[in-house]
């Protein structure tokens, strides 16, 4: 039988990131490609789980979230975003961000509206749209620095704009976005009618002087700003899926409808274990920045005596760093492939980030390991250019 695929999924593909996740894998190799983030759980959260579990968490949910987990994000909101949400109506848990963001897109956005993305592009955020489509519109940032050209962003605005999508802190980049960023991408929000999602995952990996803003915290940006965030970073629960979206409580609203046709609810018994985390005292997520910022530096170190020029971030747990200066590889693919077999270290290519398939000359490192696999692969790195 000769099978006929939807015209959505004419583009779809395995990604470049979980590709190098199972080449790796083959070979036992450590992977800083794909951001998994192994790291311990911590025993509080892991309890409130099991916890959940004994207590009978096992049904379905109501389709906007537990009203527990409502509460505890809108609290965190109000604590640490300067956002004041209805837990009620302004907060719908979600199967992850990524769940997040594809309610949002199916509730919002119609095919051939679109929404203004900067590069580098995290890939979901490019996929989930176009599958739907909807059109990203890729905005550059100037490489290394990640600055944004304000020109070319109202530019690239359109009568089929809908939308500005920003994630704080970027993926791949490491890009924290300043007040002064933000103020500016509000008003032309506010200049030309257009909404804001906002994907802020990693906010609580920022590193030295660098502050997280949430956008809808600005004025005038509550009423046209989607927040995503997430548990699965925050606490080391990747697999668990827990995200949530707030925002004004007409669209949140809407969106639980598209939820609950989706995939019905959040997994319940995590909803309830991560209503309990979102309570730990400030010292776990203070501990965030120190626990990150030691494990970047011992990687940018290692990148730098390898031969790589890494961009330093500010933010999130990824290093994008090029290569040109001290390899000869002509190709991002190249390179990539050249330190899975030759060193056994998985990075994913600069241009999967990239709207243009041209070679970009960067590799995306993930710094979010254990110690061990993170020396390994760091003493690994440093013998590359004896290779």
């Not at 039988?1 to 450590?30: C, H, K, P, W, Y």
């Not at 759980?41 to 109501?62: H, Q």
């Not at 993926?171 to 924290?176: R, T």
Request: net charge negative.
């Amino acid at each position: 039988m000769a099978v006929r695929f939807a015209n959505r999924t004419a583009q779809l593909q395995q990604s470049d990131i979980r590709a190098v996740t199972a080449r790796i894998e083959a070979i036992g190799g450590v992977n800083l490609g794909q951001g998994l983030c192994p790291l311990p759980t911590d025993p509080r959260v892991r309890e409130a789980a099991m916890r959940a579990i004994a207590d009978g968490k096992n049904i379905y949910s109501p389709m906007q979230g537990l009203p527990e987990c409502r509460q505890a994000v809108a609290e965190k909101l109000a604590r640490d975003n300067d956002m004041t949400v209805d837990w009620k109506d302004e907060v719908l848990i979600t199967v992850g961000a990524s769940g997040a963001f594809a309610c949002t897109v199916d509730t919002l956005f119609d095919p051939g509206d679109e929404i203004l993305m900067f590069e580098p592009l995290y890939g979901y955020h490019i996929n989930i749209a176009q599958m739907r489509g909807v059109v990203p519109v890729a905005i550059p940032t100037t490489p290394g620095t990640w600055e944004i050209d304000f020109d070319a962003l109202e530019s690239a605005i359109t009568p089929r704009t809908r939308a500005i999508l920003i994630c704080n802190p970027v993926n791949p980049s490491g890009k924290v976005f300043s007040r002064d960023e933000l103020e500016q991408i509000a008003a032309m929000c506010m200049r030309h009618d257009i909404l804001a999602i906002t994907d802020e995952v990693y906010e609580y990996i920022v590193f030295e002087d660098a502050e997280h803003i949430s956008l809808a915290s600005l004025p005038g940006m509550a009423e046209r700003t989607i927040t995503i965030g997430a548990a699965t970073k925050t606490f080391f629960v990747t697999g668990w899926r827990i995200g949530w979206a707030a925002g004004p409580g007409e669209i949140i609203q809407k969106m639980a409808n598209v939820a609950d046709l989706n995939y019905i609810c959040a997994p319940s018994p995590n909803q309830a274990a991560i209503a309990e985390a979102l309570r730990l005292p400030q010292s776990y997520f203070d501990g965030l920045r120190t626990l990150f910022l030691d494990k970047r530096d011992r990687l940018v170190e290692a990148l730098v005596a390898s031969g790589f020029e890494p961009s330093i971030p500010r933010g999130a747990y990824y290093i994008m760093a090029d290569y040109r200066k001290h390899h000869p590889w002509k190709t991002d693919q190249e390179a990539r492939d050249a330190l899975i077999d030759g060193i056994g270290v998985g990075s994913v290519t600069g241009s999967s980030f990239f709207s243009s398939d041209a070679p970009s000359g960067l590799l995306r490192f993930c710094f979010a390991l254990e110690d061990e696999h993170l020396n390994q692969a760091c003493d690994a790195l440093r013998k590359l250019r004896h290779l």
